[in-house]
C-alpha cells in the first residue's frame, strides 16, 4: 500500500503552532503584537484538521486497498509517535517542583494541582473542564488537546474498522452535528469547550478531502490544478485575515458560527496543497517545514522555556513593557524552543518513528 507524503503540511503544522507560541506570549509592549496574541487557540483548531486529514488519508488508504483496517498496527503506530515524548513531559512536570526548588526558582500561584493518574491516561482536559482553569504546571497546560487528540484516534479507528468506507459521508454528517449540538450544551452549563465531543467536527472537516482523495482519486487534484496560482494565493490571504481578524468578531458569533466556518475554511487550506506536481507548495528543504517538522516538540516545551525566562527576567528586573527586552525575551524563547524541539526530534522522537514502519 503506497501512502503519499503531502508537501507543505509540515510548514503548516508550524504556521498552527506560531499562532499558539504568539498566545503565551506575556508581551504587552507592542500593541500589534497583543493584538495578534489573541485567540491563539484558533492555531490547535487547525491542527485538529490537519491531523484528520492525515490520518483519516491512512486509514481510508488502507481500508480502500485492503479492504480492512489492521487496527492493532494503527493504533502501534499512534502509541509510538504520541506516547513517548507525553510521558517523558508528564514526568518532567512531575518534577518540576523539585526542579525549580534546586535552581532556587518560584513556582506559579496560579492553576489547580493536576491528577497525575489523570493525565497519565489522557483525561486530563475534562479535570480542567470540570474546575474551570489550567494545571499549575508545564507543560500540562497545553496537553488538553492531546487528551482529544488520542480520544479521537480511538474512536475514528474503531469506526473506520467497523464503518464501510461507502458509508463514512453518514459519519461525517453525524459528527459535524454532535459538535455542533455539545458546543450549545458545554456553553449552556459553562463548561469549556475541551473534549472530543465539541471538537471532533474539525478532525471531520480534514476528514472529507482526504474521503475525496481515496474514493475518487485524481478528482480533488485536478479541480484544484485548474485553479489559477493568484487565486489561490487570494484564498490564503483571505484565510490569513480571518484569523487576524477573528479577535473582533462578538462572542456568541464565533462561540456557534466560526468553528464551522473555520472548520470548513480549514478544510479548504489543506485542499489547496493536496495535488502532488503542484507548484503551489512550500517544498520540504524550506526552513518553515523544516520547523514544522519539530512542531509535536515544540508544542510542548514553548510553555517551559516561556515560564523560564519570566522567572529570569523578573530576577534580573527586565521589565516586559520594555520594548527592547519584549523583543529579547521573544527571541530568546522562540531560539531556545526549536532548539529543543530540534534535539528532541533527533535523538528522542525518531528512533520511536523508526519502529513504526514496521507496523504499515
Same mark, same amino acid.
Given at each position: 500500500?503506497?501512502?503519499?507524503?503531502?508537501?507543505?503540511?509540515?510548514?503548516?503544522?508550524?504556521?498552527?503552532?506560531?499562532?499558539?507560541?504568539?498566545?503565551?506570549?506575556?508581551?504587552?509592549?507592542?500593541?500589534?503584537?497583543?493584538?495578534l496574541?489573541?485567540?491563539?487557540?484558533?492555531?490547535?483548531?487547525?491542527?485538529f484538521?490537519?491531523?484528520?486529514?492525515?490520518?483519516?488519508?491512512?486509514?481510508?488508504?488502507?481500508?480502500?486497498?485492503?479492504?480492512?483496517?489492521?487496527?492493532?498496527?494503527?493504533?502501534?503506530?499512534?502509541?509510538?509517535?504520541?506516547?513517548?515524548?507525553?510521558?517523558?513531559?508528564?514526568?518532567?512536570?512531575?518534577?518540576?517542583?523539585?526542579?525549580?526548588?534546586?535552581?532556587?526558582?518560584?513556582?506559579?500561584?496560579?492553576?489547580?494541582?493536576?491528577?497525575?493518574?489523570?493525565?497519565?491516561?489522557?483525561?486530563?482536559?475534562?479535570?480542567?473542564?470540570?474546575?474551570?482553569?489550567?494545571?499549575?504546571?508545564?507543560?500540562?497546560?497545553?496537553?488538553?488537546?492531546?487528551?482529544?487528540?488520542?480520544?479521537?484516534?480511538? #474512536?475514528? =479507528?474503531?469506526?473506520? /474498522?467497523?464503518?464501510? &468506507?461507502?458509508?463514512?459521508? +453518514? %459519519?461525517?454528517?453525524?459528527?459535524?452535528?454532535?459538535?455542533?449540538?455539545?458546543?450549545i450544551?458545554?456553553?449552556?452549563?459553562?463548561?469549556?469547550?475541551?473534549?472530543?465531543?465539541?471538537?471532533?467536527?474539525?478532525?471531520?472537516y480534514?476528514?472529507?478531502?482526504?474521503?475525496?482523495?481515496?474514493?475518487?482519486?485524481?478528482?480533488?487534484?485536478?479541480?484544484?490544478?485548474?485553479?489559477?496560482?493568484?487565486?489561490?494565493?487570494?484564498?490564503?490571504?483571505?484565510?490569513?485575515?480571518?484569523?487576524?481578524?477573528?479577535?473582533?468578531?462578538?462572542?456568541?458569533?464565533?462561540?456557534?458560527?466560526?468553528?464551522?466556518?473555520?472548520?470548513?475554511?480549514?478544510?479548504?487550506?489543506?485542499?489547496?496543497?493536496?495535488?502532488?506536481?503542484?507548484?503551489?507548495?512550500?517544498?520540504?528543504?524550506?526552513?518553515?517545514? #523544516?520547523? =514544522?517538522?519539530?512542531? /509535536?516538540?515544540?508544542y &510542548?516545551?514553548?510553555g517551559? +522555556? %516561556?515560564?523560564?525566562?519570566?522567572?529570569?527576567?523578573?530576577?534580573?528586573?527586565?521589565?516586559?513593557?520594555?520594548?527592547?527586552?519584549?523583543?529579547?525575551f521573544?527571541?530568546?524563547?522562540?531560539?531556545?524552543?526549536?532548539?529543543?524541539?530540534?534535539?528532541?526530534?533527533?535523538?528522542?522522537?525518531?528512533?520511536?518513528?523508526?519502529?513504526?514502519?514496521?507496523?504499515?
Open positions: 500500500m503506497r501512502t503519499r507524503h503531502f508537501e507543505t503540511f509540515d510548514a503548516l503544522r508550524f504556521f498552527a503552532y506560531l499562532k499558539v507560541f504568539l498566545l503565551h506570549l506575556p508581551i504587552t509592549a507592542f500593541p500589534v503584537l497583543s493584538f496574541r489573541r485567540d491563539g487557540g484558533v492555531g490547535v483548531l487547525f491542527f484538521v490537519l491531523s484528520g486529514f492525515l490520518i483519516s488519508y491512512i486509514v481510508f488508504q488502507e481500508k480502500e486497498t485492503t479492504g480492512r483496517l489492521n487496527l492493532k498496527n494503527f493504533f502501534i503506530r499512534r502509541i509510538l509517535r504520541i506516547w513517548p515524548l507525553y510521558y517523558a513531559m508528564l514526568l518532567f512536570a512531575f518534577c518540576t517542583p523539585y526542579i525549580l526548588e534546586f535552581l532556587q526558582l518560584s513556582s506559579s500561584p496560579d492553576g489547580y494541582e493536576p491528577d497525575w493518574l489523570l493525565y497519565s491516561l489522557f483525561l486530563g482536559n475534562y479535570q480542567s473542564m470540570i474546575i474551570g482553569d489550567s494545571p499549575n504546571v508545564s507543560p500540562l497546560g497545553v496537553m488538553w488537546s492531546l487528551c482529544i487528540e488520542e480520544h479521537f484516534y480511538i #474512536i475514528w =479507528g474503531l469506526l473506520v /474498522y467497523f464503518v464501510r &468506507l461507502e458509508r463514512m459521508p +453518514w %459519519i461525517f454528517a453525524g459528527g459535524i452535528v454532535t459538535a455542533y449540538v455539545a458546543r450544551v458545554f456553553v449552556h452549563f459553562g463548561l469549556s469547550t475541551s473534549d472530543i465531543f465539541t471538537n471532533i467536527d474539525f478532525f471531520i480534514g476528514a472529507i478531502p482526504a474521503y475525496l482523495i481515496v474514493k475518487f482519486p485524481g478528482m480533488v487534484e485536478n479541480k484544484v490544478l485548474s485553479v489559477s496560482k493568484n487565486w489561490k494565493r487570494a484564498c490564503l490571504l483571505l484565510v490569513i485575515g480571518m484569523v487576524i481578524a477573528l479577535p473582533l468578531i462578538p462572542g456568541f458569533v464565533k462561540e456557534f458560527c466560526m468553528p464551522v466556518v473555520f472548520g470548513a475554511v480549514f478544510a479548504g487550506v489543506v485542499v489547496l496543497f493536496i495535488p502532488e506536481k503542484s507548484d503551489f507548495r512550500i517544498p520540504d528543504g524550506n526552513s518553515l517545514s #523544516i520547523m =514544522g517538522r519539530y512542531t /509535536y516538540g515544540t &510542548l516545551f514553548h517551559i +522555556w %516561556i515560564n523560564f525566562f519570566i522567572q529570569i527576567f523578573n530576577a534580573l528586573h527586565f521589565s516586559l513593557d520594555n520594548g527592547i527586552y519584549a523583543i529579547i521573544v527571541c530568546t524563547t522562540f531560539l531556545c524552543t526549536q532548539g529543543s524541539g530540534w534535539l528532541s526530534y533527533h535523538f528522542f522522537e525518531t528512533p520511536f518513528l523508526r519502529l513504526k514502519k514496521k507496523f504499515y
